[in-house]
């Protein structure tokens, strides 16, 4: 477990702009999120109504000495805890499709992530599709990731990624237009 | 990069399509999309994912620093809709609130601009948002602050806009400013009027809590979040189990809010009533605060609790919370009525709590009527029946005067004959009366002598009764006499309705007669405050006992003899009248000053002397000094126990000096002077009566926190025998072995059967109250 004034400082100097501030982080608290959010998900119940974003909350309250910390920094914290967050869940939804083919069973409604609304999704297919955007337009999918993963507002999602906040808009508008009919085709 | 291009040019097209209405869209594109089909159809077929209600994607819990607590970084300077954020003000449950002001430069005034923690399933939020806006732009009331707007933020942020008011929370306000019992009830009759007028347009608020009552400097209340919570609660979402989805405060919700059942107009009296009984209690706990003796206790008066003087428990780790809630009975019955757990049982609109809490204002009878007739009849009736012998004398001597005085006159020999007859069958009845009700203690035949003598009292009283007003049409001072002797022996037999029509026939007689400053008129005017006072009409009866108390402090002045006694008993029942209004202050000050004129050493007189100290130690008790009350009460027990006719007051005196004790913890004591307590009622009242049971209850609650909490039970177990045998349904009970059984629970590590024993408790306003999990 990395020292809070460690992270703190990259936080920090990736908010200033250190342009490596953000991979060391990443390495930094890449274990740790991981097992937390591991943690986390052995809890059957959590791992029934799963928020991504109260994971990353959580982790950042633990490794964060967050007082001391600007919100441009602990915007760049979830940018770096996004990624983190994404490859936990999808490597977790794979498992689990794994277990019910293991198991035989129909993968109908396989390696579903429900909300608290009820509503079944399916990550892997929302992982499928934000890979192929990745090839296509990469800015669009990192905005994606930044909002849907690591819950960041327009503003924050700009300041990380160094464009107007109009421009994080259209992006975000458009990719929930594409994800909406990537994702809802055929059923 | 071919590709790269197209692909910016079908953003482009789409960013530009989502600014333009949905009429005008197949205009743009034809437009903008020229002949390129293909580039339609995707736009197109975009455009009509977008459109679909809800978006497989969503930004998930938004406001991160909402959720970690910082400072609103990042809202400053923010925009939402036509507003610009300048700082955060606060920070609760269901989002942040900010002060903002028009970014347009429009207007000067600040505003109050919330935004709202949208949970990442809600996706009717805007639409109910919309709806409820409508309603509640149009509630315009001076105590309540006004919704001016709202809408939704660039990133999806659903936000309200009110106006801001600079004020401080309900509770804090009335704390720093010190403010008296009566400015508290002033300030909250003007939140009823707040939170009655939205409920005429049909608005409930939901989660009235003192953070949501904001009063001006200018001493103004101002209700906060109106039907926010409605907005908030979104009934797509089945069941809520978390926490944060919760849009009401445990406290003062409402059981059927936890319960998640629907919600009425009852939800907020309850409320209300929560509220009102935190604003009394916080005045009376700061006199006691100021006690270092005082221990966490608090249970209720001398013979009887009502149901909302609780025992209190520790809380944090340990840290005792000083419970003492003593205020008036009246204030306690308004509080209890609000807050019964069946919507249907409470006051049945925010008007008529309003009401009574005007009616208690202004010493009028109210509405609740939490405590019993049994519980004002053993409270203030065993005073009269000493006052009744003496009376009843009276009655027979009067009768048996004027036959003497037609026999006197030498009439002829049929009407002596008759007359002796009379005076024979008087000195008969007179007879009979000495040697039955010579005893002030009631229970000195056994029970079914009581019952027995009773029913020949009514017997008597109902014969006689009818044919004073024929007989002695043309006597009206003995008319006068045997009227209010009358009204005192029904008053005796807690005949309340009989013993007012009397006693207020002989007032009237007597005031035409001699005029208010009268032994007679006086001696009526006592006895018909006590029948007031069995009736539930405190403010009532202190103003007639005032009155009594005036014309003796006249007649003393004009040097008019014996009267100490009659006075003496009055100043008692106005001290009994005071205490129960929680005006403890002015009750020791009657309590004393009656004490001063009880002339010494007679038997009765000391007997009277002791009661007036039980009394003053009552007081004591209230006012948080509980070294002088605990002195106070030694004193009376003293007294009483060296008198055998006065032996039935031992219990009751008994169990409040237990009381005493126990609050100072000094347990031992108290459960020495219970266990004698329970012997004497025992013996003099019976198991049956109301002071047998209550020294069970307060042995259970003394051991409970001595720690013996195995002897606890099996007392309170007993008393429970008793509670459920002689006074079922009755909700001050009820209450107080619930609430007692749960602190025993809790204690011994069965927390959850604690809290269900707790919550069973009626009308515990919310100290019972857990949340529903």
């Known amino acids: 477990m990395p020292r809070p004034e460690e992270v703190t400082l990259l936080l920090n100097s990736a908010s200033g702009g250190d342009p490596a501030a953000p991979g060391r982080l990443l390495e930094l608290v890449y274990d740790d999120l991981r097992r937390l959010a591991a943690a986390y998900l052995k809890n059957e119940r959590n791992a029934q109504t799963l928020q991504p974003t109260a994971l990353v909350h959580e982790a950042f309250v633990r490794l964060v000495d967050w007082q001391n910390v600007s919100w441009q920094s602990r915007a760049h914290f979830f940018a770096a805890a996004a990624k983190v967050m994404r490859h936990v869940l999808v490597d977790h939804a794979r498992s689990k499709r794994a277990q019910k083919r293991d198991f035989g069973q129909r993968i109908a409604l396989a390696d579903a992530v429900s909300y608290p609304s009820g509503r079944e999704f399916d990550l892997l297919a929302l992982e499928e599709a934000l890979l192929s955007l990745e090839r296509v337009d990469e800015r669009q999918a990192r905005v994606v990731e930044l909002r849907f993963f690591g819950g960041l507002t327009i503003r924050e999602a700009a300041h990380v990624l160094g464009v107007s906040e109009t421009t994080v808009k259209n992006e975000w508008e458009f990719a929930k237009a594409w994800f909406q009919r990537e994702l809802t085709r055929g059923s | 990069m071919p590709q790269q291009s197209e692909r910016q040019r079908l953003k482009d097209v789409f960013a530009l399509a989502l600014e333009r209405p949905k009429e005008q869209r ?99 939020l805007e639409r109910r948002f919309r709806q409820e806006r409508q309603i509640l732009a149009g509630l315009s009331h001076e105590n309540i602050a006004r919704l001016l ?16 008011v600079d004020g401080s929370p309900v509770d804090d306000y009335c704390e720093a400013n010190g403010l008296s019992t009566e400015a508290r009830l002033r300030l909250f009759l003007e939140v009823c009027d707040g939170v009655a007028y939205a409920h005429q347009h049909l608005i409930v608020h939901r989660d009235l809590k003192p953070s949501n009552v904001l009063v001006t400097p200018s001493g103004t209340p101002k209700l906060l979040d109106f039907g926010i919570a409605k907005i908030l609660d979104p009934e797509q979402l089945g069941e809520q189990t978390r926490t944060e989805h919760r849009a009401f405060t445990p406290e003062y919700a409402s059981p059927e809010q936890v319960a998640g059942e629907p919600v009425t107009t009852a939800a907020d009296v309850y409320s209300l009533g929560v509220l ?169 035949a056994g029970e079914a002598g009581n019952n027995r003598r009773d029913a020949t009292i009514n017997q008597m009283l109902d014969d006689v009764a009818p044919r004073v007003e024929s007989e002695l049409a043309d006597q009206p001072e003995v008319r006068a006499a045997l009227e209010s002797t009358i009204g005192s022996a029904y008053l005796a037999q807690t005949r309340v309705a009989d013993a007012e029509r009397y006693l207020n026939a002989a007032l009237g007689g007597q005031l035409r007669l001699y005029g208010e400053e009268h032994p007679e008129t006086a001696r009526t005017l006592a006895a018909l405050a006590g029948a007031q006072t069995l009736r539930g009409d405190y403010g009532g009866a202190a103003q007639t006992v005032r009155r009594a108390i005036a014309a003796y402090r006249g007649l003393r002045l004009k040097g008019h003899d014996g009267l100490e006694r009659p006075m003496a008993e009055a100043l008692a029942l106005y001290g009994d009248i005071l205490w129960s209004r929680g005006e403890y202050d002015a009750s020791y000050a009657a309590y004393g000053e009656g004490l001063t004129l009880v002339p010494l050493p007679q038997a009765g007189d000391r007997e009277l002397a002791a009661t007036m100290k039980a009394g003053l130690g009552q007081s004591r008790y209230a006012q948080g000094n509980l070294g002088e009350a605990a002195s106070l009460l030694r004193e009376a027990v003293a007294e009483y126990r060296g008198q055998p006719r006065a032996r039935w007051r031992l219990s009751g005196t008994l169990n409040f000096l237990s009381q005493v004790l126990t609050h100072r913890g000094e347990f031992d004591e108290a459960l020495a002077f219970l266990r004698e307590g329970e012997a004497v009622s025992r013996e003099q009242l019976g198991e049956n ?85």
């Open chain 2, 689 to 773: 009566s109301w002071p047998f049971t209550r020294s069970l209850y307060l042995q259970a609650y003394a051991l409970c926190l001595k720690g013996y909490y195995a002897d606890a039970e099996r007392a309170l177990g007993r008393a429970e025998g008793y509670v459920s045998r002689n006074f079922p349904g009755d909700k001050m009970w009820e209450a107080n072995v619930a609430d007692l059984r749960g602190m025993v629970l809790t204690r011994t590590g069965r927390a959850r059967e604690g809290e269900a024993a707790a919550r069973r408790a009626p009308g515990t306003c919310g100290r019972g109250r857990r949340r529903a999990s």
């Open chain 2, 276 to 444: 009102l009984r935190n604003l009394l209690q916080a005045g009376a706990a700061r006199r006691v605060r100021r006690n270092p003796e005082a221990r966490p206790l608090g249970v209720g008066d001398d013979a009887q609790t009502e149901a909302t003087n609780l025992p209190t428990r520790p809380e944090k780790g340990g840290a005792w919370e000083t419970g003492h809630k003593f205020f008036g009975v009246e204030l306690r019955n308004i509080v209890a009525m609000a807050t019964r757990e069946e919507p249907g049982r409470r006051y049945p609109s925010v008007e008529q709590l309003a009401e009574d809490v005007r009616r208690y204002l202004a010493g009028l009878p109210i509405r609740a009527q939490h405590d019993s007739l049994t519980y004002r009849a053993g409270k203030f009736v065993r005073r009269n029946r000493s006052a009744v012998i003496a009376a009843s004398l009276v009655v027979l001597a009067l009768v048996g005067g004027i036959a003497a005085t037609t026999w006197q006159a030498g009439v002829a020999r049929a009407e002596r004959d008759r007359a002796r007859a009379a005076l024979a069958k008087a000195e008969r009845v007179s007879a009979f009366l000495s040697t039955a009700l010579s005893y002030s203690n009631p229970a000195a």
């Open chain 2, 149 to 164: 707007d709202g809408g939704v933020g660039e990133d999806g942020e659903p936000f309200l806009v009110m106006e801001y």
């Open chain 2, 26 to 124: 197949q205009a743009f594109l034809s437009e903008a999309c020229g002949g390129d089909a293909g580039l339609r159809f995707e736009v197109e077929s975009l455009l009509a994912a977008y459109d679909e209600p809800h978006h497989v994607i969503e930004r998930a819990d938004f406001a991160v620093s909402s959720i970690l607590g910082a400072a609103g970084a990042g809202y400053e300077g923010k925009r939402f809709g036509r507003y610009r954020i300048l700082r955060e003000l606060g920070r609760g449950g269901m989002g942040a609130v900010f002060l903002a002001e028009r970014a347009d430069g429009e207007f000067e005034q600040k505003v109050a601009l919330k935004v709202v923690r949208r949970n990442l399933a809600d996706t009717g």
